[in-house]
């Protein structure tokens, strides 16, 4: 079989969600895709979890870490074993819709597209265990003159054509995954184009690592400044932008 896409899945102390990721991309109904989950040097029993449920799925690579090494690491691990066409991401808490892939792969027909993306829904889960979930949907198109605004792309929603956009690496940054969009939309010139269509699910967890909205506007100026090679006043301006346009969410 021809991979065609190749989805990378990073794993940590993820029990709890990690069946429900691997379900939905099983699920797919576009079926030449391989999937490179790899374990973090997980401590709770997540690998047993995934081994128990990939073991007859030909589609699966397992990439076990001696030792933990963060999400950047990991992706990039898996970047490196795709043989596929087409990269996309789907964290280990997170869901697909049966049709993720077949949406991203029909906008493509007699068109050449570098990246793509979809809308989803962040959804979670409050006290009393009932789900609550709002739908988030990006521009159509997001190139050089809005991708600076805000991070519109969570990596769940991507889909990436290699043969376009050529070699990427994620870097050890925080934000990682905005700063490889600016590094491809903006300084590589390439563009995303949404599929128009609801297919992601993206889970906001207690441990959420933006949380904290002080520190995470402290860290997106930090960013801006460093990314932008930007003065006090331009990434403070890049930075209340960013606020403003992540509290419409």
Same mark, same amino acid.
């Given at each position: 079989?021809?991979?065609?896409?190749?989805?990378?899945?990073?794993?940590?102390?993820?029990?709890?969600?990690? $069946?429900?990721?691997?379900?939905?991309?099983?699920?797919?109904?576009?079926?030449?895709?391989?999937?490179?989950?790899?374990?973090?040097?997980?401590?709770?029993?997540?690998?047993?979890?995934?081994?128990?449920?990939?073991?007859?799925?030909?589609?699966?690579?397992?990439?076990?870490?001696?030792?933990?090494?963060?999400?950047?690491?990991?992706?990039?691990?898996?970047?490196?074993?795709?043989?596929?066409?087409?990269?996309?991401?789907?964290?280990?808490?997170?869901?697909?819709?049966?049709?993720?892939?077949?949406? /991203?792969?029909?906008?493509?027909?007699?068109?050449?597209?570098?990246?793509?993306?979809?809308?989803?829904?962040?959804?979670?889960?409050?006290?009393?265990?009932?789900?609550?979930?709002?739908?988030?949907?990006?521009?159509?198109?997001?190139?050089?003159?809005?991708?600076?605004?805000?991070?519109?792309?969570?990596?769940?929603?991507?889909?990436?054509?290699?043969?376009?956009?050529?070699?990427?690496?994620?870097?050890? $940054?925080?934000?990682?995954?905005?700063?490889?969009?600016?590094?491809?939309?903006?300084?590589?010139?390439?563009?995303?184009?949404?599929?128009?269509?609801?297919?992601?699910?993206?889970?906001?967890?207690?441990?959420?690592?933006?949380?904290?909205?002080?520190?995470?506007?402290?860290?997106?100026?930090?960013?801006?400044?460093?990314?932008? /090679?930007?003065?006090?006043?331009?990434?403070?301006?890049?930075?209340?932008?960013?606020?403003?346009?992540?509290?419409?969410?």
């Amino acid at each position: 079989m021809t991979v065609v896409v190749s989805i990378i899945m990073p794993c940590f102390n993820a029990r709890n969600t990690i $069946i429900s990721s691997i379900k939905s991309v099983q699920a797919q109904t576009f079926k030449d895709f391989e999937c490179i989950i790899i374990d973090d040097n997980s401590r709770d029993d997540s690998l047993l979890l995934i081994q128990n449920i990939i073991y007859q799925d030909k589609r699966f690579k397992l990439i076990k870490l001696d030792k933990n090494r963060g999400v950047s690491f990991c992706r990039n691990s898996g970047i490196i074993s795709a043989k596929g066409r087409y990269i996309t991401f789907l964290d280990s808490d997170d869901i697909w819709d049966s049709n993720f892939i077949f949406h /991203n792969l029909e906008i493509r027909k007699n068109k050449d597209i570098p990246i793509s993306h979809s809308s989803y829904i962040r959804f979670k889960k409050n006290s009393f265990y009932i789900l609550e979930g709002i739908i988030i949907r990006p521009p159509n198109i997001i190139d050089s003159k809005n991708i600076l605004q805000k991070n519109y792309l969570p990596l769940l929603s991507v889909f990436i054509d290699r043969r376009i956009v050529g070699d990427f690496i994620f870097r050890n $940054i925080r934000p990682e995954d905005y700063d490889l969009w600016i590094e491809l939309i903006k300084k590589r010139n390439f563009y995303s184009e949404s599929t128009k269509k609801i297919n992601c699910f993206y889970r906001i967890s207690q441990n959420q690592r933006s949380k904290n909205k002080f520190y995470s506007l402290l860290r997106i100026y930090n960013f801006y400044k460093l990314k932008v /090679n930007s003065n006090f006043i331009i990434s403070s301006f890049y930075a209340l932008r960013w606020t403003i346009f992540n509290l419409k969410d």
